[in-house]
T-cell receptor, first 120, second 117 residues
Framework: GAVVSQHPSRVICKSGTSVKIECRSL??????MFWYRQFPKQSLMLMAT?????????EQGVEKDKFLINHASLTLSTLTVTSAHPEDSSFYIC????????????????FGPGTRLLVL | AQSVTQLGSHVSVSEGALVLLRCNYS??????LFWYVQYPNQGLQLLLK??????LVKGINGFEAEFKKSETSFHLTKPSAHMSDAAEYFC???????????????FGKGTLLTVNP
């Protein structure tokens, strides 16, 4: 159980275009999803937290107008990189968590396989 | 504020040797602690977690970790390394309180494990 998928696994786009990345929880209801960015040989940097049906909460320094996050259902969150530029090239990883019985948020985040974005 | 320090960005062991990856944390309350493994070009897979139950936690692939409050440590060990263990390992911490933004994970910088034949 607790499987998270991401699509696409890798994408190459031209500078100035927008790219949408999907994150899905396959076998549980993900009330909260997280989006991370990872640079080569570095740790994960949290970009934003999204709760289903609410606006995402962005970390300091992350441009909310550039990285649009939508979490419209309990199984799907999307990250759209708008007007992508080469400096946006990175590995983007989502994670998800959901409630245990009784509504308490479980302690574990389950991660997707990541999306490699290359902007030319 | 919470923080995680992983001592050694790169650990190299021989196949069959003991694996020891170090993680120290800083937290104002006993935290939840996690070890994740990342293979090249993949996401993170949960190895094991400590959530205030038994201090010695067993995970997948023969890994285990021991929570030591006095040392603020949560080191990851495996008695005998296998070639397939070569990967990046991340230690992470979060507050046990689920309110507000306490569910956020704080990651260490990672330790790359290489296993030599």
């Amino acid at each position: 159980g607790a499987v998270v998928s991401q699509h696409p696994s890798r994408v190459i786009c031209k500078s100035g275009t927008s790219v949408k990345i999907e994150c899905r929880s396959l076998d549980f209801q993900a009330t909260t999803m997280f989006w991370y960015r990872q640079f080569p040989k570095q740790s994960l940097m949290l970009m934003a937290t999204s709760n289903e049906g609410s606006k995402a909460t962005y970390e300091q320094g992350v441009e909310k107008d550039k990285f649009l996050i939508n979490h419209a259902s309990l199984t799907l969150s999307t990250l759209t990189v708008t007007s992508a530029h080469p400096e946006d090239s990175s590995f983007y990883i989502c994670s998800a968590t959901g409630p245990l019985a009784g509504g308490v948020l479980q302690e574990t985040q389950y991660f997707g396989p990541g999306t490699r974005l290359l902007v030319l | 504020a919470q923080s995680v320090t992983q001592l050694g960005s790169h650990v190299s062991v021989s196949e069959g040797a003991l694996v020891l990856l170090r993680c120290n944390y800083s937290s104002s309350v006993p935290p939840y602690l996690f070890w994740y493994v990342q293979y090249p070009n993949q996401g993170l897979q949960l190895l094991l977690k400590y959530t205030s139950a038994a201090t010695l936690v067993k995970g997948i692939n023969g890994f285990e970790a021991e929570f030591k409050k006095s040392e603020t440590s949560f080191h990851l060990t495996k008695p005998s390394a296998h070639m397939s263990d070569a990967a990046e390992y991340f230690c992470a911490v979060r507050s046990p309180d689920s309110g507000g933004s306490n569910y956020k994970l704080t990651f260490g910088k990672g330790t790359l494990l290489t296993v030599n034949p």
